[in-house]
């Protein structure tokens, strides 16, 4: 059975009807404390009125106090007030109210009185000749007051309850209405159509921005969808000649004796472990575009991380007769994956002294740059084409001019991959030469001790 708090418009209706709930609860406590304040207005009037008649009498007994009260009878001073003066035989002295006067002195909230059923509330005093006093004052004030109470509460009540009710059908209408055009976009992109996007009506609403944040991860699967299509395309292709190298050395092997078979085995072997070393670049980049990786981000520092590869690449550099220099700044770190970040910075160098020639000077600088941390490395080698630069970061991607040395196309795509991981970006340098810019976030993780 369906959940009616589980739905908009239930959800809704269950809001309206504890908010009408709240509105009887109000009512109720308006009525009685409106009902006592009266009663108690009414008890208070009476027995002002007693003390007066009695502060008057003076010494001048009960006679006094009858002549008081014929007086007040006749001249009807007091609205809505009655009185009963009775001698010690039950014998009345005076007052015109029609009652039977209480044996017991004291208050009676209910006193019946007259012919036409009314009710009073009275007070009954006993003089200390024995005479007693009656004070009454109609109830009719209280009653309509309570009446005229008991027709707002009703009438504010069937207010709230419509108002309810309307608002949970507005509300369900307009947000059903809302989610079934996120509905019939998500059928869209689910027959296949991967561009369609949840639609915004520009308000800035929850519904606009859980739309933007759909429609954000909606590209981000687009993106990867496109990369591995992308992928599954580069890797058919460039896998194609060295399985097809394997292949030949194996039936060369099986065609061959002696030394010859060996050497052509020894040969697919070499192959085949390029070939590994090839999958295995393949899918460490899969993982950091997945972002799996980010579990292993630890504090660290990247000045020490750089300043120690720097050190070991010089030998290298050397060799090769290249000039390797450093601009380092600082006590700048960040939280990230070292391994990945050092796996970055060697891929750079790496680029730098496989795809230049002897002599090129090499310069690499880390420094801040507002919440990033901004990673260049430089060479004033022959750079690459201009036709090749948009292409540099995908996979198995090369320059004509880097065709003939040894790789992949893939380290530059683990550069990107692993400045997105760490909320940053990879471009080419706008410079003569060829330089890389790799900004990593670090606007979270300021001022953090290394490690």
């Known amino acids: 059975m369906r959940r009616p708090w589980r739905t908009t418009f239930g959800l809704t209706?269950?809001?309206?009807?504890?908010f009408a709930l709240a509105t009887v609860v109000i009512g109720v406590?308006?009525?009685?404390?409106?009902?006592?304040?009266?009663?108690?207005?009414?008890?208070?009037?009476?027995?002002?009125?007693?003390?007066?008649?009695?502060?008057?009498?003076?010494?001048g007994g009960t006679p006094r106090l009858a002549a008081l009260i014929q007086q007040r009878d006749a001249a009807h001073s007091t609205a809505s007030l009655?009185?009963?003066?009775?001698d010690p035989q039950d014998k009345r002295l005076?007052?015109?109210?029609?009652?039977?006067?209480?044996?017991?002195?004291?208050?009676?909230?209910?006193?019946?009185?007259?012919?036409?059923?009314?009710?009073?509330?009275?007070?009954?005093?006993r003089l200390p000749d024995g005479s007693r006093l009656l004070v009454a004052g109609d109830r009719q004030v209280i009653d309509e007051m309570d009446i005229t109470i008991l027709k707002l509460f009703l009438a504010a009540f069937a207010y709230m309850l419509l108002l309810a009710v309307g608002g949970a059908w507005t509300v369900g209408v307009v947000t059903q209405r809302r989610l079934r055009r996120f509905d019939d976009a998500a059928q869209v992109i689910i027959a296949g159509d991967l561009h369609q996007r949840m639609p915004l009506d520009g308000s800035g609403?929850?519904?606009?921005?859980?739309?933007?944040?759909?429609?954000?991860?909606?590209d981000r699967n687009a993106a990867l969808v496109e990369n591995l299509r992308q992928v599954s395309s580069d890797v058919a292709h460039d896998l194609r000649t060295p399985l097809t190298r394997v292949h030949n050395r194996l039936h060369e092997a099986l065609t061959r004796e002696g030394d010859e078979?060996?050497?052509?085995?020894?040969?697919?072997?070499?192959?085949?472990?390029?070939?590994?070393?090839?999958?295995?670049?393949?899918?460490?980049?899969?993982?950091?575009?997945?972002?799996t990786l980010r579990r292993d981000f630890r504090n660290l520092s990247m000045t020490d991380l750089v300043d120690h590869l720097v050190d070991s690449y010089n030998p290298d550099f050397e060799i090769s007769a290249h000039r390797l220099s450093s601009s380092v700044a600082?006590?700048?770190?960040?939280?990230?994956?070292?391994?990945?970040?050092?796996?970055?910075?060697?891929?750079?160098?790496?680029?730098?002294?496989?795809h230049t020639p002897y002599g090129t000077r090499v310069s690499i600088t880390l420094s801040p740059d507002e919440d990033f941390l901004r990673l260049c490395v430089h060479d004033d080698g022959?750079?690459?084409?201009?036709?090749?630069?948009?292409?540099?970061?995908?996979?198995?991607?090369?320059?004509?001019?880097?065709?003939?040395?040894?790789?992949?196309?893939?380290?530059?795509?683990?550069?990107?991959?692993?400045?997105?991981?760490?909320?940053?970006?990879?471009?080419?340098?706008?410079?003569?030469g060829f330089g890389i810019e790799v900004r990593l976030a670090r606007r979270y993780y300021q001022n953090i001790g290394t490690i």
């Open 29 to 59: 406590l308006a009525y009685a404390v409106v009902h006592e304040a009266m009663e108690v207005q009414l008890d208070h009037r009476i027995a002002t009125e007693t003390r007066a008649l009695l502060a008057r009498t003076g010494n």
């Open 13 to 18: 209706a269950m809001v309206s009807l504890i």
């Open 261 to 291: 078979r060996i050497a052509a085995i020894e040969a697919a072997s070499t192959e085949s472990r390029e070939l590994l070393e090839l999958f295995a670049a393949i899918l460490r980049i899969s993982e950091v575009e997945a972002g």
């Open 330 to 354: 600082r006590d700048l770190n960040l939280h990230g994956d070292r391994r990945l970040l050092r796996q970055l910075v060697a891929n750079l160098l790496d680029n730098a002294l496989r």
């Open 382 to 432: 022959p750079g690459v084409p201009e036709e090749d630069i948009p292409r540099l970061f995908d996979r198995f991607s090369r320059s004509e001019a880097s065709r003939s040395t040894d790789g992949h196309g893939l380290g530059l795509a683990l550069v990107a991959a692993v400045a997105r991981m760490h909320g940053g970006s990879a471009a080419i340098l706008p410079a003569s």
């Open 205 to 218: 609403s929850e519904f606009d921005r859980v739309a933007e944040t759909l429609n954000h991860m909606l």
């Open 94 to 125: 005076a007052g015109a109210f029609e009652a039977q006067v209480p044996a017991t002195p004291g208050y009676v909230e209910l006193l019946p009185y007259g012919r036409d059923d009314g009710i009073a509330q009275s007070l009954t005093t």
């Open 82 to 86: 009655g009185y009963i003066l009775l």
